[in-house]
């Protein structure tokens, strides 16, 4: 399975007020980053991370 982002944004009629929200890995989903297979001859150790967890965050902005 994948992962869910979703992004919100909004910006003023003037365009003076900005702001953005947004959640990543909505469904807190593990899954793999890069993954390097070391020896596929023997044994086939493999090294990989994954990546991170739900993360929320928001943003606000204001342009004078």
Request: proline share 2%; net charge positive.
């Amino acid at each position: 399975m994948g992962k869910l982002n979703l992004f919100l944004n909004y910006e003023s009629d003037n365009g003076r007020l900005t702001g953005s929200l947004f959640v990543k890995n909505v469904t807190n989903e593990q899954v793999k980053g890069n993954v390097i297979v070391v020896s596929s001859i023997i044994g086939s150790l493999a090294l990989g991370q994954y990546q991170p967890g739900r993360q929320a965050g928001m943003s606000v902005g204001y342009h004078f």
